[in-house]
């Protein structure tokens, strides 16, 4: 089991950036495939981008390809996303997760506490 906790949410304009980070605690850390999701108010919870255990593949939502950045650090337990032109649409709480099968929610292992991130326009 690993166990995540997310931090770097914040406010920020239409137009800017953030970097969340995700602090993965577990000696099986680095075989997990590692992941973000959001849940804006009144939605679903949804993918938004992933990267597999070795770092060497990346997977995106279509809403953020182009803007929106995953990347790890096996040696420190960390997962990153970085979010570039960012959007009021991009408002939510955003999630890490862990998962060894796949994306769909029920294949999920772990989750973070989440944390905010709101885009004003």
């Known amino acids: 089991q690993v166990h995540m906790v997310e931090s770097g949410g914040g406010l920020v304009q239409a137009g800017g950036s953030l970097r969340l980070s995700c602090a993965a605690s577990?000696?099986?850390?680095?075989?997990?495939?590692m992941g973000w999701f959001r849940q804006a108010p009144g939605k679903e919870r949804e993918f938004v981008a992933a990267?597999?255990?070795?770092?060497?593949?990346?997977y995106y939502a279509d809403s953020v390809k182009g803007r929106f950045t995953i990347s790890r650090d096996n040696a420190k337990n960390m997962v990153y996303l970085q979010m570039n032109s960012l959007k009021p649409e991009d408002t939510a709480v955003y999630y890490c997760?862990?998962?060894?099968?796949?994306?769909?929610?029920?294949?999920?292992?772990?989750w973070g506490q989440g944390t905010q991130v709101t885009v004003s326009s």
């Open positions: 997760a862990a998962s060894e099968t796949g994306w769909a929610l029920y294949q999920v292992r772990s």
């Open positions: 577990g000696r099986a850390f680095s075989s997990y495939d």
């Open positions: 990267i597999t255990w070795n770092g060497f593949n990346t």
